[in-house]
């Protein structure tokens, strides 16, 4: 199989993958939750993933497909390394978080949903991350970063730029 | 009475006895307002003085506004609770108590009574404070206040008693009695009663049951759970014993939680260990013949899926898609078996109650909601964050007591919506609503899981029933017509509205779909998709038709219906407005009222946002 392009991607053979369906006792119960952990080393599911998780546990294509497309929180194509997650729910809305989402979309030059080319950034607004008092908030990578501005947001995108070229930086001498 | 030991800070709490405690917020809020470089400057100061302390993280205790949170304990002294933390702040808040033995009065908040402990002169304790003292904690009385990976805190401030109560003084019909005489009603929104609930699953027939917690909380501005299972998660699992040893024949359990807490999660899967050490899960629990366990399932991502036969579905790896009731979940729930499911608040007041007993419970709350309920108290509102109140509490005391009034003195209150989604908008002549299950939907919301969003004048109710019918028409799981294409239609005319293109007759075709949608939808997400638009038209009309009939905004929020005209009397030639203006259209001298120049300006509302002054319209 093929590397993915996602910066975070790691190999993952079909015996991985019959291993981790063997570990939830290939029942169909568990196929959310295999998915789960095949995203979580993969950043998303490819699709070849996603037959051979099917064909393990006895599960026709087509449901393993309508499962996938199911949730909102599975991938089918490749992410960013950093998941901005936008809050779009109550509290940011009338606190102005479309003003963030705006922000971010004019200077990465994404749509919702969207990755940035260099596969750094997507931008994912999302209902409620349920910090509404430190409106308007946002996640990114499991943090979470509270009472934002349009002008912070940014701030905060070119600190995790910098994190990631001094990283590459330091990468490049040890090797 | 079994929560004052709780909220009076137990002695076993703070065992050593000559070492200084600080307590640092840390719940989603603590963490999104900084509270981890906080603790590392904590450490660092320490460290520098040289001195010993216990650095413990806690739940939230619901001031999310005065985040972050830092609580200093001495030895013998009361706990002072520290607001708005930053980095400047602790050299002298540490100079007060360690220097000079005393407390850094400007910037403290309240002090917490510890048993054995003495309080310092000149602070308020913390139930005097405006934001505590319209509470009553019983569900949220740890959270904020201990250990929540300590299962010795939890311990120490009476968990895990009632188990043991239930398990060598109790029989099952006894468990079901104590619920049933407590009144507790579902507080995920449903207000099923919980020892009918649980007296149902424990007659259907079947020699194995399961337990499920739904904690799928998806109400966009609503925290109650996530701060219940961030702050004192075995409380959850206790609940969820309860529910085992009442209904009978059931060895496991599920908690369905969101994927947007990883942190409830992880403190979830910490509770479940430590209990497992200590044998409150697993088998022959604390010796008994009762054995039982939890499994932690995480969602991914779909709103409907707080829908307990969603739910349900999603748990057994199915797309989650509600099925019609009946059945219902206690007679056919998970793979098939009997089930009860319960939401993670009424899971967490179950200890108390079996320790309070049923008749201490049904003491507070109103005539037919008994108890106690939290709320998530945001939007344009002073004190934001997690409060618990007393069933029946009026909305006028939530607003303006306990949340402090508006956060712009200058700009009114205008409505408070209530119930997410799923709920309305309660304008000013509905603020002495009694909060309870009856009469918020009386007054056209309904209590839901317990979001309440608080708007200012300066908000749109139009653009706020488009906000709410956006959300539920992208969570619609598009098995049943009248949801899937009834809330798009809806939405299609709101959105007209919003942009300046309504026209007569809208209403009444939104009030019309909002029936059709309400009566044919297969769940209660589609069924209650229509009630933002109803609560919004019944209170509101004036302003939907200043946006259909007179092209005008009110709010100035809808940008295609602003006029992008100061307002002489009120521009108080601050020239905020200026610099923002991209397009150099504004134009404005010191001391001068600012001008909008129409030909060149492009809409953008960067002048409208940046007036403090509501000048500009």
Request: proline share 5%; aromatic share 8%.
């Amino acid at each position: 199989m093929t590397k993915a392009e996602h910066g975070a991607a790691l190999e993952i053979t079909d015996e991985q993958i019959d291993q981790i369906c063997e570990e939830f006792g290939n029942r169909e119960g568990s196929v959310v939750q295999v998915l789960q952990i095949i995203q979580e080393k993969y950043g998303y599911v490819p699709a070849e993933v996603l037959e051979r998780v099917g064909d393990d546990l006895g599960i026709p294509h087509s449901k393993m497909f309508g499962v996938l497309t199911f949730y909102s929180q599975f991938y089918q194509e490749p992410r960013g390394k950093f998941i901005l997650k936008v809050c779009v729910g109550t509290a940011c809305h009338v606190r102005g978080a479309e003003l963030l989402v705006d922000k971010i979309k004019e200077n990465l030059h994404i749509e919702a949903g969207e990755n940035t080319e260099d596969m750094m950034f997507t931008l994912e607004p999302v209902a409620c991350l349920g910090s509404c008092a430190l409106a308007p908030m946002a996640m990114v990578n499991g943090n979470s970063f509270g009472k934002l501005s349009p002008d912070r947001m940014l701030e905060m995108i070119h600190q995790f730029q910098e994190e990631e070229a001094s990283e590459n930086k330091e990468s490049v001498s040890a090797s | 009475m079994a929560t004052e030991t709780v909220v009076e800070m137990a002695a076993e709490l703070f065992p050593d006895v000559a070492i200084p405690t600080i307590h640092i917020g840390m719940a989603t809020c603590g963490l999104a307002a900084g509270a981890r470089s906080i603790q590392e400057l904590v450490e660092k100061e320490l460290a520098k003085r040289g001195i010993e302390a216990r650095i413990i993280p806690t739940g939230c205790i619901g001031m999310c506004h005065n985040e972050p949170l830092v609580d200093i304990t001495m030895p013998g002294k009361y706990r002072v609770s520290y607001r708005n933390v930053k980095a400047m702040v602790i050299p002298q808040i540490f100079d007060a108590h360690f220097v000079k033995g005393e407390f850094a009065k400007k910037y403290a908040v309240c002090q917490i009574s510890v048993a054995g402990h003495t309080p310092y002169e000149g602070l308020s304790l913390m139930n005097e404070t405006n934001f505590f003292k319209g509470q009553v904690k019983i569900v949220s009385s740890r959270c904020g206040l201990i250990n929540p990976t300590s299962i010795d805190d939890y311990i120490a401030t009476n968990g895990y008693k009632a188990l043991k109560k239930m398990l060598f003084e109790m029989t099952p019909e006894m468990i079901i009695e104590e619920m049933t005489k407590s009144g507790l009603r579902g507080r995920g929104g449903g207000g099923f009663q919980t020892g009918l609930k649980w007296k149902f699953t424990r007659q259907s027939p079947g020699n194995e049951k399961y337990v499920v917690c739904n904690a799928d909380e998806g109400d966009p501005g609503a925290f109650m759970d996530r701060s219940i299972l961030e702050g004192d998660p075995h409380s959850v699992l206790e609940g969820m014993l309860a529910a085992a040893l009442a209904i009978g024949n059931s060895k496991r359990g599920y908690i369905y939680c969101r994927a947007e807490y990883p942190l409830a999660i992880r403190r979830l899967r910490k509770a479940i260990a430590d209990a497992h050490e200590r044998n409150f899960l697993g088998d022959n629990i604390l010796g008994t013949d009762f054995s039982f366990d939890i499994t932690i399932k995480e969602g991914a991502g779909a709103y409907v899926c707080g829908e307990e036969t969603a739910l349900l579905a999603s748990l057994m790896g199915e797309r989650g898609m509600p099925w019609p009731k009946p059945p219902f979940p206690a007679q056919k729930g998970v793979w098939g078996k009997p089930t009860v499911i319960n939401n993670v608040e009424t899971l967490g007041n179950v200890g108390h109650i079996i320790l309070g007993g049923g008749d201490w419970y049904a003491s507070y709350g109103s005539e037919k909601t008994k108890g106690t309920k939290t709320f998530a108290l945001t939007g344009s509102i002073k004190n934001s964050g997690l409060i618990e109140v007393p069933a029946g509490t009026p909305l006028r005391s939530i607003v303006f007591d306990i949340g402090g009034g508006m956060i712009e003195k200058k700009i009114p209150f205008k409505a408070a919506q209530l119930g997410g989604p799923s709920g309305g908008c309660i304008p000013v002549s509905g603020l002495d609503t009694p909060v309870d299950f009856e009469n918020v939907v009386a007054a056209g919301a309904i209590m839901g899981s317990g979001g309440i969003v608080v708007m200012d004048e300066s908000s749109c109710i139009v653009d706020t029933a488009k906000f709410f019918l956006k959300f539920t028409q992208d969570e619609s799981c598009g098995e049943c017509t009248p949801c899937r294409v009834g809330s798009k239609i809806m939405l299609d005319i709101l959105t007209r509205i919003t942009e300046g293109q309504g026209q007569e007759g809208d209403l009444d075709e939104l009030i019309r779909l909002s029936m059709y949608v309400k009566s044919n939808s297969l769940c209660g997400l589609g069924a209650a998709a229509p009630n933002p638009v109803l609560s919004t038209i019944r209170y509101f009309r004036e302003e939907f038709e200043a946006h259909i009939r007179d092209k005008h905004c009110p709010g100035t929020v809808c940008a295609n219906l602003i006029k992008y005209v100061v307002i002489e009397e009120d521009c108080t030639t601050c020239g905020l407005c200026e610099p923002v203006c991209p397009t150099g259209s504004v134009t404005w001298e010191k001391g001068e009222v600012a001008h909008i120049n129409l030909e060149t300006c492009i809409r953008c509302k960067a002048c409208v946002d940046a007036c403090k002054f509501r000048a500009i319209i």
